[in-house]
Structure formats: C-alpha cells, structure tokens
C-alpha cells in the first residue's frame, strides 16, 4: 500500500513508529514498571510479547497500545484484574478491541501532553510556584 500522493498527513503518524520494543522502552512509554507488564501477561491474554533470540521480550505498536488500554480500565476506571479481562473479552467480541485500544492510547498522549503544558507553564510563570515572590 503506498502513500497518498500529497504524503501523510498531520494525524496520519503513528503513535509507536518502531516494529519492536524492548520492555525498557515499554516501561518508559506506558509509565509501568517491568514487574508489571510481566504480571499482566499472566492475566491477559492479548498480551503476549514475543521474545528475541537473545530471549528477551519485544513488543509490538498494538500490544503497546493495549497495555495502555488495560492501564486506563485498571488505574482510572477501576476495574478489577477480572472486570478488565471480561471487558476486553466483550470489546473484541463486540468488534470495539481496535478502536478503544487507539483510544486508550490517545489519552494517554494527551494525559502526558498536558503534564508537560503544566509543567512549560510553571516555567514561563514567575511565581505560579512560589519562587520569585
């Protein structure tokens, strides 16, 4: 499939541009620690790294994408382990597994986007954090 001829456009991009990730750079890009990445692909499923030759894990835009899913059921919708897993059983059945798992990924850029605007703006801000008055 080859690109439109005026090229990609602004939202064209894509949110993990590498094939693979080490789980150093998952860590990094999700905000989790290994230990639970590693926890959770005992629990779900859908998360299952492939591993290298050197046998260490690597993981796909996709997989990333739904580690951020599971981290916004869990973190700020409050699932349990077993409410997340049966809600992304009745997302894929449903048809809804793709979209949400880009959407949970969305706001995870514009969560870490907004954190870094607050902390621009106490910068630019003489006194907003109390230095300077």
């Not at 990445?37 to 005992?42: I, N, S």
């Not at 907004?114 to 300077?132: A, E, H, M, N, S």
């Amino acid at each position: 499939m080859s690109e439109p001829p005026h090229g990609p456009g602004p939202g064209d991009e894509p949110l993990v541009p590498k094939a693979y990730y080490s789980i150093g750079e998952v860590c990094e890009l999700t905000g989790l620690k290994a230990h639970v990445l590693r926890y959770w692909e005992t629990q779900f499923e859908q998360i299952r790294p492939t591993k290298n030759r050197a046998g260490n894990r690597v993981y796909r835009p996709r997989e990333i994408e739904l580690i951020l899913l599971v981290k916004h059921l869990l973190y700020d919708r409050k699932y349990t382990i077993d409410g997340a897993r049966q809600k992304l059983k009745e997302m894929r059945s449903s048809g809804e597994l793709r979209d949400e798992r880009e959407g949970a990924a969305e706001l995870e850029v514009l969560a870490a986007l907004k954190d870094d605007l607050i902390q621009l703006r106490k910068i630019l801000t003489p006194g907003l954090d109390g230095v300077g008055r």
